[in-house]
């Protein structure tokens, strides 16, 4: 895609009708505001935020290499309401201006109806993946929103159902103690949901804590090539837990993001489960 829509804007002369820029870990491409370009990522990987109220933001989408985004200027449309920043290292990405794709318009009609066909075409596909995604949301919410149970039953009902609705192999609570410090045990397991477990754990927290997806094999007997997800359940007091959801396949970047977007509800029925005990 990055190629084809590359020749689209490489003029007869031999100049190309781009900026290249080369963004830094979490520097920002654009922030919301008015914004009169169009971005096609050449390598790396550029993080979108939903941004509100200044400061609190939530991730929403990744365009990695060969995608593009600020498709609105082939509609005229200059205000972008996202946060895009890089995600790896580094990102190097190709803007195209406004008056770049208006010269394109007029000068070579047909290479423009060629590109916007094709950024209609992605952008539908990005709809009936975000149309999939609200539906999984959705879909776990109500099985977390039980209110006539009590929260820790709630808790597991829900994980059950969230097991299921992602096709894992398990997923496994892991707790702190509210009171000692460094004291962490597994309080549930999705592959024993009748079995009330309460089992210390020991030196494997420290990777826990430390990487991004830690070793499955350190986790209650979980296969060495399974696909790991780390979820952290946090309060204003800090980490009280963590969920480690398990996969014999990778969890595609439309699934991270459903379990980001049911963070705060996570956290908030594994705090009252903790507190109702």
Same mark, same amino acid.
């Given at each position: 895609?990055? !190629?084809?829509?590359?020749?689209?804007?490489?003029?007869?002369?031999?100049?190309?009708?781009?900026?290249?820029?080369?963004?830094?870990?979490?520097?920002?491409?654009?922030s919301?505001?008015?914004?009169?370009? +169009?971005?096609?990522?050449?390598?790396?990987?550029?993080?979108?935020?939903?941004?509100?109220?200044?400061t609190?933001?939530?991730?929403?989408?990744?365009?990695? !290499?060969? *995608? +593009?985004?600020?498709?609105?200027?082939?509609?005229?449309?200059?205000? %972008?309401?996202?946060?895009?920043?890089?995600?790896?290292d580094?990102?190097?990405?190709?803007?195209?201006?406004?008056? !770049? @794709?208006?010269?394109?318009?007029?000068?070579?009609?047909?290479?423009?109806?060629? /590109?916007?066909?094709? @950024?209609?075409?992605? $952008?539908?596909?990005?709809?009936? $993946?975000? /149309?999939?995604?609200?539906?999984?949301?959705?879909?776990?919410?109500?099985? +977390?929103?039980? !209110?006539?149970?009590? &929260?820790?039953?709630?808790?597991?009902?829900?994980?059950?159902?969230?097991?299921?609705?992602?096709?894992?192999? #398990? @997923?496994?609570?892991?707790? #702190?103690?509210?009171?000692? =410090?460094?004291?962490?045990?597994?309080m549930?397991?999705?592959?024993?949901?009748?079995?009330?477990?309460a089992?210390? &754990? *020991?030196?494997?927290?420290?990777?826990? %804590?430390?990487?991004?997806?830690?070793?499955?094999s350190?986790f209650r007997?979980?296969?060495?090539?399974?696909?790991?997800?780390?979820? =952290?359940?946090?309060? @204003?007091?800090?980490?009280?837990?963590y969920?480690?959801?398990?996969?014999?396949?990778?969890?595609?970047?439309?699934?991270?993001?459903?379990?980001?977007?049911l963070?705060?509800?996570?956290?908030?029925?594994?705090?009252? #489960?903790?507190? #109702?005990?």
């Amino acid at each position: 895609m990055s !190629t084809d829509m590359l020749d689209i804007f490489r003029w007869k002369d031999g100049d190309n009708a781009w900026e290249i820029r080369t963004l830094s870990a979490d520097e920002t491409l654009f922030s919301p505001g008015h914004d009169s370009y +169009f971005y096609i990522v050449e390598s790396g990987s550029v993080g979108i935020y939903a941004v509100w109220a200044g400061t609190f933001r939530r991730r929403v989408w990744a365009v990695s !290499t060969a *995608g +593009f985004l600020g498709e609105g200027v082939f509609f005229w449309k200059l205000e %972008k309401h996202l946060l895009a920043q890089a995600d790896a290292d580094w990102a190097v990405v190709r803007a195209i201006s406004e008056d !770049t @794709i208006r010269t394109l318009k007029r000068e070579r009609p047909e290479q423009f109806s060629e /590109a916007l066909k094709h @950024i209609l075409c992605v $952008t539908n596909a990005r709809l009936d $993946t975000a /149309a999939r995604e609200l539906g999984l949301v959705g879909d776990i919410l109500q099985a +977390f929103s039980e !209110t006539e149970i009590e &929260a820790r039953e709630r808790l597991t009902k829900g994980l059950l159902y969230t097991h299921r609705a992602l096709d894992c192999h #398990a @997923i496994i609570l892991v707790e #702190a103690h509210p009171i000692i =410090p460094d004291l962490w045990s597994y309080m549930l397991d999705t592959r024993f949901p009748q079995t009330r477990i309460a089992e210390k &754990a *020991g030196t494997e927290i420290e990777s826990l %804590k430390s990487a991004k997806a830690p070793n499955p094999s350190m986790f209650r007997n979980i296969s060495h090539d399974m696909h790991t997800y780390k979820k =952290p359940l946090t309060s @204003i007091r800090g980490t009280g837990g963590y969920l480690l959801l398990f996969r014999k396949t990778a969890f595609d970047a439309m699934e991270e993001r459903v379990i980001e977007h049911l963070s705060p509800l996570l956290s908030s029925v594994f705090f009252a #489960a903790r507190s #109702a005990r």
